[in-house]
């Protein structure tokens, strides 16, 4: 079994920082464009970026827990916080900004989700795990981007839920509440439920 010292527990966080802001930076364009089709393609700019340079996505990386032993949890756990960490640095840096308004729109789409029911965040939540599997590993097996983009375009069309983009609305739309957290949680579990289930399958 490996051991992660402190230093690599801090790569690990701040691989998962970045991975937060990239994914800030596909909610920003998403939210910028009026079109939902070219709004959902060009917030793909986040996952490409996380999957060319290495960065840690909770999404991304949940799917392995099926094959690496049991600390490699400690592992996503570092990465959820790394990811809430740089999805909160996008947010703030774009209220700081005269692009501002759109936190507006992050609010509006925050507030659909802070009355939705849980069970249907939840199922929302799978699906979105299950397609993040599909585009990262597609990706890995053929270094093809269009898989990337095709995965993250259908899972926004389809209204999935993904915990990192949620934690950027709440964020940018500053919605953060107890209730807010626990529906964080509850679509981080559908997450990475989504994200085991072929892998599962497969072992």
Known sequence: ????????????????????IAIGIGGI???????????????????????????????????????????????LIVIWFGNL???GIAAYAVRQTRISGISQ???????VKL???????????VFCGFLMFVAVDG?????NPVILFVGVATFILC????????????SLGELWSAQAVKIILVITLGNAV??????????
Do not use: W
Not at 194 to 203: F, R, S, V
């Open 1 to 20: 079994m490996r051991e992660h010292g402190i230093t690599t527990y801090f790569r690990i966080f701040v691989l998962a920082v970045l991975a937060g």
């Open 29 to 75: 364009v998403y939210l910028s464009v009026d079109n939902k089709v070219v709004g959902a393609l060009l917030f793909t700019v986040g996952l490409y970026t996380i999957c060319i340079h290495g960065l840690n996505l909770f999404t991304g990386k949940v799917g392995n827990l099926v094959n690496q032993p049991a600390m490699y949890l400690v592992d």
């Open 85 to 87: 960490a740089g999805t």
């Open 105 to 111: 729109l992050a609010a509006a789409i925050g507030e």
């Open 115 to 125: 009355q939705d029911r849980v069970a249907g965040l939840f199922v929302l939540a």
């Open 139 to 143: 990706y890995k097996s053929t270094q």
């Open 159 to 170: 209204g999935f839920e993904h915990c990192i983009a949620d934690m950027f609305y709440f």
């Open 194 to 203: 989504g994200g085991i289930l072929i892998p599962l399958a497969k072992k």
